[in-house]
């Protein structure tokens, strides 16, 4: 059994014989109060999702999870394939477990795997990420007047983002993963 | 994430920031004009609160000497502000930097954050509300955001509010009378029978909160600002018993999105059960395996001078105050995602963790 102060991203649960991996959690301590942790988990079995609210001095059981660092190959059919970087070997993840955050994978990106039982559970990308722009629609004279300061450019991993209009085709951009919003040129 | 470059780049960033900056204009506007006084207590005090699950940041301050002397920051300006009370200042507020250690870096806590407090001496809790309510829609028309979406839904703030007792909302959200839960043994009955894993001699509170927490918060105020009062009595922390129904307290939280933005008190006057109260706080403390210090003696002797100001032997003197989330309002009228966006290089920003 663990304590609660170890619940983060990624960490599989065990639940009522069920397994569940956290994909959010939030700590509440209103101060005037026990303090709590909110999770919400996704259910390894079924892909359900559920909210469960701990008491921080609560223990909970959290199933022993490998982060790994993995190089990200490529989409195959549904599944995402990446690459353990210390022992060269491929596997490959399921697309609802990666859910939205494999929009942000571009080939060569270092992401950290958790994996359960040999079985990749969780992703965690870095906070930002470097992509080249491959497509930018010119600025026209007068957008910055008229309060355009940003244009929607396509990146190498076909990701579309809201940039500043200084930004053109050929310019590598560092991209907020939390949030999918432009940073600064990289 | 909010550091300058990010304001320079990102317009959305720029203009919760430029929001934020103009909404602490806006709260002492609403004070000054309200005739309140605007106060400054010290950031950094040797005697905390006592709250069991609050961390405070330990610091040292040396004399010229070298000689060390402990202090912490502090969690709310609470003691120093009623210290004030006692002094005569009767309608005061304070903006200020609080700190509480051991939270999350990110989402609704950063360690340092920024809160108002106000009080009113003589005062009642439904003056607070109204003053809480008032506030929220100064803010609001003033800075041109009337509603905040949450999900999808728009959440009018210069409508009508809700003002719902805790009986009120456990009925319609848990379908229980509350009045018939207000023991441990009882309370923990219903958590065991809704589900929940009961531990022995587990405290009324914990048992309150577990289906509070999980059935009732994230539900309030979803369709209008609401405002949650008479708590248990095992929950009155500083407030004081309510007159008609001892059973409860004065007490009340306000909730926008499900999100817990203030904390408010029908302020306990009398001195003994103060000090009671703390010791018992500090004890708790003790427990939990926390470092504790003294309750500080300055504070409950301002708490005697408040109780007994001015009024007929007997009778203690009434009082209000209210502890609210600077970082949580402005990010409830930006719509920002984390607290991190609402404050200029936050704990996370500058630890600038990759993964």
């Known amino acids: 059994m663990a304590s609660t102060s170890e619940i983060r991203k990624g960490v599989v649960i065990r639940q009522q014989n069920d397994l569940f991996v956290v994909v959010e959690f939030q700590h509440v301590n209103p101060g005037k109060g026990a303090a709590f942790v909110r999770t919400r988990m996704k259910s390894l079995a079924t892909g359900k999702v559920i909210e469960i609210t701990y008491k921080t001095v609560e223990s909970v059981d959290i199933v022993s999870v490998d982060f790994m660092t993995m190089q990200y190959l490529y989409k195959t059919g549904d599944n995402y394939a990446f690459m353990n970087m210390q022992s060269y070997e491929q596997i490959e993840m399921n697309g609802d477990l990666a859910g939205d955050d494999a929009k942000y994978l571009k080939e060569g990106l270092e992401v950290i795997v958790g994996m359960y039982e040999g079985r990749p559970v969780s992703i965690q990308l870095p906070k930002k990420v470097q992509y080249k722009v491959v497509e930018a629609p010119p600025a026209v004279k007068g957008d910055s007047a008229s309060g355009n300061v940003t244009k929607e450019v396509v990146l190498e991993n076909g990701l579309h983002v809201a940039a500043p209009i200084f930004i053109k085709e050929g310019e590598e951009i560092l991209v907020n993963t939390e949030t999918g919003e432009y940073s600064a040129r990289a | ?355």
Not at chain 2, 23 to 31: A, D, G, N, Q, S
Not at chain 2, 98 to 110: I, P, S, V
Not at chain 2, 212 to 238: A, H, R
Request: hydrophobic fraction near 40%; proline fraction near 4%; charged fraction near 30%.
């Open chain 2, 1 to 355: 994430m909010s550091n300058w470059s990010d304001l320079k780049n990102n317009p959305r960033l720029r203009e919760i920031y430029t929001q934020r900056l103009k909404m602490i204009r806006l709260i002492r506007e609403f004070f000054w004009s309200a005739g309140f006084e605007e106060t400054a207590t010290p950031a950094a005090v040797r005697f905390p609160g006592q709250e069991p699950y609050l961390n405070p940041v330990p610091v040292l301050f040396h004399d010229s000497a070298g000689v060390e002397n402990k202090f912490y920051l502090q969690t709310s300006p609470e003691f120093a502000m009623k210290k004030l009370l006692a002094a005569g200042f009767g309608k005061i507020f304070q903006l200020c930097r609080c700190f509480r250690d051991f939270e999350q870096f990110g989402g609704n806590h950063n360690t340092e954050f920024t809160m108002i407090e106000w009080y009113r001496a003589p005062g009642t809790l439904e003056e607070i509300m109204d003053d809480t309510e008032k506030l929220f829609k100064y803010v609001a028309e003033k800075s041109g955001i009337g509603a905040v979406e949450h999900k999808g839904k728009k959440i009018n703030v210069v409508g009508g509010w809700e003002r719902l007792s805790m009986r009120e909302v456990w009925k319609k959200y848990v379908g229980v009378e509350l009045d018939d839960y207000l023991t441990s043994e009882k309370m923990a009955e219903l958590a065991r029978e809704r589900g929940y894993s009961v531990e022995a001699s587990e405290p009324y509170e914990d048992l309150f909160y577990k289906i509070f927490l999980n059935e009732i918060e994230t539900k309030l105020g979803l369709e209008k600002p609401v405002m949650i009062y008479d708590y248990p009595e095992q929950m009155c922390s500083l407030s004081r018993l309510s007159k008609n129904d001892p059973r409860y307290a004065e007490r009340f939280e306000l909730y926008i999105a499900g999100l817990e933005l203030a904390n408010a008190f029908g302020e306990l006057t009398d001195a003994v059960e103060q000090k009671k109260r703390l010791e018992a706080d500090k004890e708790k403390r003790k427990q939990l395996g926390k470092e504790t210090w003294p309750v500080d003696p300055d504070f409950i002797n301002a708490i005697k001078q408040i109780g007994e100001a001015g009024l007929p032997a007997g009778a203690l003197a009434e009082a209000g105050g209210i502890a609210l989330g600077v970082d949580r309002l402005v990010m409830l009228f930006t719509g920002a995602k984390d607290i991190n966006e609402v404050i200029f290089q936050a704990v996370g920003d500058q630890l600038d963790k990759t993964f």
